[in-house]
């Protein structure tokens, strides 16, 4: 793990982090281990992709969330997109399209057939940033004609 300060770098063995974003490190400067305490400390962004489904299917109607965990210091910011573009904030709220969970949920719910595109979620802090995306397929009903 490299944790960055300003334009440093200390390269660790182990890192304990606090609620106070103060991080203690034991680091290999030198022959010796050695205990540095850091005050401000940046943690690049990280999205966790673990048991994550990146092609989800869903029939039309029917409710979709795609999760957008994140960790570093200070807290990324989330924004997502579809198809490239910004959600706009008429899109997203009270609507069928909410964000959840301070941005780390994108729901849809009663998906319809023009919900089938392409999701990106783009976290960012002062020390970096990371992206996903998924491709969602919303799948129409069929009725028989007689």
Known sequence: MTVAYV????????????????????????PKIRTVRLSGAL???RID????????TVIVNRSVVLECVTTG????????????RA???GQVGAGRV?????????????AIVDDSSTYECRAENDAGQDRIHYQLKVLGMCTAIR
């Open 73 to 84: 210091i200070p807290k990324p910011e989330i924004t997502w997109l579809k198809d490239g």
């Open 87 to 89: 959600l706009e904030l």
């Open 98 to 110: 909410r964000l959840l969970d301070d941005g780390a949920e994108l729901s849809i719910q009663s």
């Open 7 to 30: 334009s440093r770098e200390i390269h660790t063995r182990q890192c304990y982090f606090s609620v106070s974003s103060t991080v203690r490190c034991h680091c290999h400067c030198l």
């Open 43 to 45: 943690v690049g962004t």
């Open 49 to 56: 992709r673990s048991g994550l489904d990146f092609y989800p």
